[in-house]
């Protein structure tokens, strides 16, 4: 599964975080692409923490079916 992730046009991202609903970190890309991949794992929820450039963090639930 693919996400695009669409932020502000005069913010870049920097990085994405993915954990599951227990808080573990199960994935962490340092990048200014504006997708993610989550073919890799599992059905379920979880959190996408997307880090900017000006230091903002933005939590989102995202729901793999």
């Known amino acids: 599964s693919m996400f695009n992730i669409q932020v502000a046009k005069q913010t870049r991202l920097t990085a994405l975080s993915v954990f599951d609903l227990s808080g573990k970190v199960i994935l962490k890309k340092y990048t ?34």
């Open 32 to 65: 200014e692409l504006n997708t993610l991949d989550m073919s890799q794992h599992v059905k379920g929820v979880y959190v996408l923490a997307i880090e900017t450039d000006n230091g903002e963090v933005i939590k989102k639930r995202i729901l793999k079916h």
